[in-house]
């Protein structure tokens, strides 16, 4: 498991991105490797406080469970990731759940070993700052999007907001490289399945936008135009 995760499968961390080799060989020697099989839990809620982890290889959702026993969604991981960074800074747990939604592999790293790594790689810390003002920006085009009470609109918006992190560009448009079912897309924004569905099959059947087979969407040059 260590030599085929080694220094290659770091590079193409944003937290690590701008590391020489020998550097990315000390940060390499402080993660353990670990792998999950599909559905199982990666994060429980309560152990939040004790590592940061690295989603090497598949993917993952970030779930918090209602008093019924209800999965709302609310954000998804891919391969690149990272996650519990935040908990190991301030001590304190995250009301949520990572689960894999594939077979993956995660690196993680201990508390101690975080600290030692911020206080030794200077651009790892000048990484993780920009990180952070990335999702606090994040969390407020979020914010935004629940604003609005068009719920045709919040898609739209969600859905562009995903682009700039998940979005390919094509000759054909941009398709969004994350999977979502209209359950998840629904929690994310405050919506019931039913509207969601019903405002996807209306932009499928204008051609604004394509499922694709794998689930992706593909948002085609007319989806910008939308207008409410």
Request: hydrophobic share 40%.
């Amino acid at each position: 498991m260590k030599e085929k995760y080694g220094i290659e499968s770091f590079k193409n961390i944003s937290l690590f991105d701008s590391l020489r080799s020998e550097e990315l060989y000390q940060v390499r020697e402080k993660f353990v490797i670990k792998s999950f099989k599909k559905n199982e839990i990666i994060l429980h809620e309560e152990h939040t406080s004790e590592y940061m982890y690295i989603i090497l290889d598949g993917e993952a959702k970030v779930v918090n469970t209602t008093d019924k026993g209800k999965e709302i969604l609310i954000t998804m991981h891919q391969s690149g990731d990272f996650f519990g960074e935040l908990s190991l800074i301030d001590g304190k747990t995250a009301p949520a759940t990572v689960i894999a939604t594939k077979d993956s592999v995660t690196a993680f790293i201990s508390k101690k070993d975080f600290f030692s790594l911020l206080f030794s790689q200077k651009q790892v810390l000048e990484n993780l700052l920009q990180l952070f003002c990335s999702r606090i920006r994040g969390s407020l085009k979020k914010i935004q999007i629940l604003n609005f009470n068009n719920a045709a609109q919040r898609i739209k918006m969600l859905f562009l907001m995903l682009s700039e992190t998940y979005g390919e560009k094509t000759e054909e448009g941009t398709i969004l490289k994350i999977k979502l079912i209209h359950q998840d897309i629904a929690d994310m924004i405050g919506l019931t399945r039913e509207t969601v569905t019903r405002i996807l099959d209306k932009w499928q059947r204008g051609g604004e936008i394509e499922i694709l087979k794998n689930r992706h969407i593909l948002l085609r040059p007319e989806f910008e135009t939308i207008t409410f």
